[in-house]
């Protein structure tokens, strides 16, 4: 694929240079010139390692930003990969907590790595600390890279057994690891408290691996195609083609383990019966073959019970998104459709021009039947969040050449009204390319109480109202409404949150310069507040499941030795996702909780007091915890838990037996 930069007069950069050179200056009524037409000056901004790209620029950066607490200190911090391979680790105010240039890693001369893919962020390996995950590779089949995924600690240093390799299969030149432009999902795929990381790559290889790097039982899969031809050993461990698409993790057949979805190149076989490629076909191309596929897989790799692989008449490069639309507890999917067979097909087929919505099972959902008509391809990934107020999600995603559009549907497959809308950049240009590894943020810039639709193009940040409005201005100058205007090309996501604990979201966005702005009339209120939903990149709007830790609560204490604590942490896995959290404990006067309620993000401790002088000798079963965990007041997959509390109390424990903390 080739990204083109968006080209402005010199006229217009003129301009700019003089815009951003100069200090405020105030008018006769005491308005300073950003003021007046609209420009918003950014609370920071912070150059960035970059390369030159192609068109001689350096804002070739596909790579979007995760905010995240890093370093476990009371904010979060920006993590941010660059076109010249290096991850960085800024605070709140602008200050660097570490940079790290990741190509001696692998084996590269510095500053000759490229990264295109998103950072992941989460606890991985359940030490308490955040650990950075990071896919690399060039998008330039001339350009010599080594593609893989590499695990950062908390600090910047490179964790033992990574980076983990990519196959030298697929791509050119010859000798160097295919990329991975998949942004890694990081979910706890096995059920046993640490993360997996889930990617797919050009090496047409669908990865799990362990925190440590090794591969998880069933992954790398094998295509479905293999099946159909047993003796091709291309299709052993790979699909049958490349895949751009990041995967989405959810509890999809309800075994209350995690499951994947993921976006293909892989078509399908007309001699394999059922199928037909109605339209022409690429030089050399397999005859027959066409189309890519959605995969729905288990946590161990096998094949998804239902409509999965489901195949499509063109490739899926768009990244799904998955969110309980219809409140039956499961996670339903949205997925638009890619560009190579309307770009290569001596017949340009419109196929690709659909949105897909699914079941958990792969078929179409109410209203969405055949995929919603749009009028253009849709490599870029959908959304899904409250944007009307009318406290149901809606679907959001736009489309790309050749028209470029925002569209939103309600669940049901009804557009909502002012929808599609086209929005127009700073200089009122159409210059979006809502291409592969993009998305829409969906958050309450404003304050009304409901999402606006937040995203990049051109050189600047679009915010669409929830009735189709544009509430950015299309006209620089201008006066009427905000400008967040930076100096290069955007061809990622924007991300926002809280970054200094002051109750409003930040809006950042990055090129070659990482640029901060203040949303001052701005609310905490965030259905999809970075690309793939959360810093975990799980491309899923509620937590996957809650666990209690330990379940059930055993612990031996010493009769008489006052009041101890237990811990027990209520874990959302899946996902760093905040979440409402209720506990009740049915466990007499013996024990009680030290909070009954709250708000958590991604993992909460709450302690069992005990006192041990209302205990017998012996076992004592002391009753149930009652815990329920909701987002946005619906319960989460795993809620309620009910946990059993048992104490066994002797006249005399050796300290070191002492699980809680004495008063």
């Known amino acids: ?52 790209c192609p068109d001689s620029t350096t804002n070739c950066l596909k790579s979007s930003p995760a905010i995240a607490n890093i370093d476990n200190d009371d904010y979060s911090e920006i993590v941010v990969a660059t076109n010249k391979g290096h991850v960085l680790v800024v605070n709140h105010d602008g200050s660097v907590l570490w940079n790290v240039d990741l190509a001696p890693a692998f084996g590269m001369a510095p500053g000759t790595q490229h990264i ?33 995924i590499i695990v950062l600690e908390h600090n ?86 490349t895949i751009w698409s990041s995967p989405a993790v959810g509890l999809l057949d309800g075994d209350a383990q995690l499951d994947v979805v993921i976006g293909t190149d892989e078509g399908y076989f007309s001699a394999l019966g059922g199928w037909n490629c109605p339209y022409g076909l690429p030089p050399g191309w397999a005859s027959g073959y066409c189309g890519g596929a959605l995969y729905g897989l288990t946590s161990s790799g096998a094949k998804l019970a239902g409509n999965f692989p489901r195949y499509f008449l063109e490739v899926i490069g768009s990244s799904p998104a998955l969110a309980d639309v219809n409140g039956d507890g499961y996670p339903e999917m949205f997925v638009g459709t890619g560009t190579y067979y309307y770009d290569v097909s001596p017949d340009h087929p419109t196929h690709g021009f659909r949105v897909y919505g699914l079941d958990r099972h792969g078929n179409d959902l109410p209203g969405w039947a055949g995929g919603k008509a749009v009028g253009g391809t849709v490599p870029a990934s959908p959304s899904v969040g409250d944007i009307t107020g009318d ?119 990055s090129n070659s310069t990482l640029y901060v702005w203040d949303l001052p009339q701005s609310s905490l209120e965030t259905d999809w507040p970075m690309f793939r939903h959360n810093p975990a990149r799980t491309g899923n709007s509620v937590p996957a499941y809650v666990k209690v830790i330990p379940d059930p609560v055993s612990a031996l204490v010493e009769l008489n030795a006052g009041t101890i604590e237990l811990p027990i942490l209520v874990k959302s896995v899946g996902g760093q996702v905040i979440f409402e959290w209720q506990a009740e404990a049915s466990t007499g006067p013996a024990a009680r909780l030290s909070a009954t309620s709250g708000q958590a993000t991604n993992e909460v401790t709450i302690y069992l007091e005990v006192a041990t002088n209302r205990l017998q000798a012996g076992s004592n079963n002391l009753g149930n915890i009652e815990i329920v965990a909701t987002v946005n007041g619906e319960p989460v997959a795993g809620s309620p838990i009910s946990v059993p509390v048992v104490v066994h109390a002797a006249e005399q424990v050796y300290r070191v037996a002492l699980p809680g903390l004495q008063r």
């Open 1 to 52: 694929m080739r990204i083109k930069g968006s080209g402005y007069t010199i006229i217009l950069a003129l301009m700019l240079v003089m815009l951003f050179s100069m200090a405020p200056r105030a008018s006769a009524e005491g308005e300073t010139i950003e003021q007046l037409i609209g420009l918003q000056t950014a609370k920071w901004s912070l150059a960035l390692p970059s390369r030159v």
């Open 116 to 148: 295109n893919a998103s950072p992941a962020v989460a606890d991985i390996d359940n030490d308490g600390r955040a650990e950075i995950v990071v896919a690399t590779g060039t998008i330039y089949p001339s350009v010599c890279t080594q593609g893989g």
């Open 156 to 241: 910047g240093a490179v964790k033992p057994g990574w980076p983990v390799l990519a196959d030298d299969y697929m791509t050119p030149p010859a000798g160097c690891a295919d990329s991975i432009f998949s942004t890694p999902a990081l979910a706890d795929l096995d059920g046993d408290g640490d993360l997996e990381i889930i990617a797919g790559g050009f090496d047409k290889r669908v990865r799990a691996l362990h925190h440590d790097g090794r591969p998880v039982a069933g992954y790398p899969i094998d295509s479905y195609l293999s099946t159909k031809y047993p003796t091709w050993p291309t299709l052993k461990g790979r699909v049958a083609d």
């Open 391 to 509: 406290g149901q999600p809606e679907i959001v995603v736009a489309t790309s050449r050749p028209e470029r559009k925002l569209y939103a549907w309600h669940a049901d497959g009804r557009l909502v009204a002012g929808f599609p809308m086209q929005p127009l950049d700073h200089s009122g240009k159409v210059v979006a390319s809502f291409d592969l590894g993009t998305g829409f943020i969906l958050a309450d810039s404003d304050g009304d109480g409901t999402n606006e639709i937040i995203f990049n193009q051109g050189w600047s940040v679009t915010i669409v109202d929830g009735n189709g409005k544009q509430l950015t201005s299309p006209q620089f100058p201008a006066t009427d409404r905000p400008i967040y205007l930076t100096a290069g090309s955007l061809l990622n996501s924007p991300a926002v949150g809280d970054l200094n604990n002051d109750g409003k979201l930040e809006l950042v966005v």
